[in-house]
C-alpha cells in the first residue's frame, strides 16, 4: 500500500474520518536517524498523526509544530506537519528498544513517559501562533491525541496509530486513524462509533493486510462517503543556503575557528538528518560576504 491520506465522512456527516498509511515516510525516518524499533514506533506514530492534522490546516502557508516530552528515556519528540500532509521530525534518543514483559510489544508508553505534555504550536500567519497544550495521559501517542482533541479542541474524537517492524528493524506497515464527532452528531451517531472502534484492530495490521486504504476506511461505517485522498511523505525543507543562515547566526568568533583550526565544517538538520559540508574557502566567502552586509 503506498502512502496516501484520506478525508472522509460517515453518519450523513456528522462524523469526520481522516486515515493515513504511512508505512514509507516511517521507514524513511527510520533510515534516516538509524532508529531502534520503540523510538521508531514513538516518531513514527506521532508523524502519522502529524500527517493527518496537517491536513486539517486551511491553507498552504499554515503549519504546526508537535513537541512531546514525557520524562521517559526517549527525550523529545518534534515533528512539523503542513497542509498537503508532508512531515518532518525527530526524536531525541533514537536508540531504544524497549518492550512489554506480559505482551512482547514496543513500550512506547514507557520510553516516551508521562510526565510532561503534548504541545500543537499552528502557525496560522496571524500575528501569534496558536498553541494548546495538555498533560500526558499515557505516552502511547494515541491516548494522548484523543485526550488533546477533546480538551484543547473541544472535538470529541478516537485516535489509533501504529508501527510495525520486522526482525531486521524495518518498518513494515504504519498507519493512523482519526475519527472526530461534528457538532451535530447524535447520541446513535456516538453508540456507533464507540462500536466501530471497540472492534477496530490494530492501524498497523490493517495497513499490512488491505490492500488500500479505500477498503479499510469504507468497512467503518455503512455510508462512508469518502471526500479526498492524496500522497504523503517525509520531507524536509532544509538545504545549504539555510544552512549557511544557520552558520550566520553563530558568533564570529566560531566560524574563524572552524576556517582557521578545522579548515571546513559539517552541519547537521536536526529535522532530517541531512548532512552539509562547507569547505574553508566558502566559509570565507561567508564571512566576507557577512562583514560587507554588516558595515
Known amino acids: ?97 524497549m518492550t512489554y514483559n506480559d505482551t512482547g510489544k514496543l513500550a512506547v508508553g514507557t520510553a516516551v513517559g508521562c ?18 497544550t495538555v498533560a500526558l495521559q499515557s505516552g502511547e501517542i494515541g491516548d494522548d491525541f484523543a485526550y488533546y482533541f477533546t480538551a484543547s479542541e473541544q472535538t470529541p474524537s478516537a485516535v489509533s496509530v501504529g508501527v510495525l ?9 504504519a498507519g493512523g486513524l482519526i475519527i472526530q464527532m461534528m457538532p451535530d452528531a447524535l447520541e446513535e451517531d456516538i453508540v456507533k ?36 485522498k492524496q500522497p504523503i511523505c517525509f520531507q524536509c525543507h532544509c538545504n545549504a543556503s539555510t544552512m549557511k543562515r544557520v552558520l550566520s547566526t553563530l558568533p564570529k568568533e566560531e566560524r574563524l575557528a572552524m576556517m582557521e583550526e578545522d579548515h571546513g565544517c559539517e552541519i547537521t538538520c536536526n529535522f532530517c538528518n541531512e548532512r552539509y559540508s562547507f569547505s574553508e574557502q566558502e566559509l570565507r566567502d561567508l564571512e566576507n560576504f557577512l562583514e560587507t552586509h554588516a558595515k
Open 1 to 97: 500500500m503506498k502512502d496516501c491520506l484520506i478525508k472522509a465522512m460517515a453518519c450523513e456527516g456528522r462524523v469526520r474520518i481522516f486515515a493515513c498509511a504511512s508505512t514509507q515516510l516511517v521507514e524513511e525516518a527510520r533510515q534516516r536517524f538509524d532508529l531502534w524499533p520503540t523510538s521508531a514506533a514513538a516518531l513514527g506514530r506521532t508523524l502519522s498523526v502529524g500527517s493527518m492534522m496537517g491536513s486539517m490546516l486551511k491553507s498552504e502557508q499554515e503549519q504546526l509544530t508537535i513537541v512531546i516530552n514525557g520524562g521517559g528515556p526517549i527525550g523529545t519528540i518534534m515533528v512539523d506537519a503542513y497542509h498537503d500532509g508532508h512531515v518532518r521530525g525527530f526524536v531525541s534518543e533514537p536508540h531504544i528498544m
Open 115 to 132: 510526565n510532561g505534555t503534548l504541545e500543537v504550536i499552528k502557525d496560522l500567519h496571524m500575528k501569534e501562533n496558536w498553541k494548546g
Open 165 to 173: 517492524v520486522d526482525e531486521t528493524n524495518a518498518v513494515i506497515s
Open 193 to 228: 462509533t464507540e462500536q466501530v472502534i471497540h472492534m477496530l484492530a490494530p492501524v498497523s495490521e490493517l495497513i499490512r493486510t488491505n490492500e488500500t486504504l479505500e477498503s479499510i476506511v469504507s468497512s467503518l461505517y455503512d455510508d462512508v462517503h469518502i471526500l479526498s
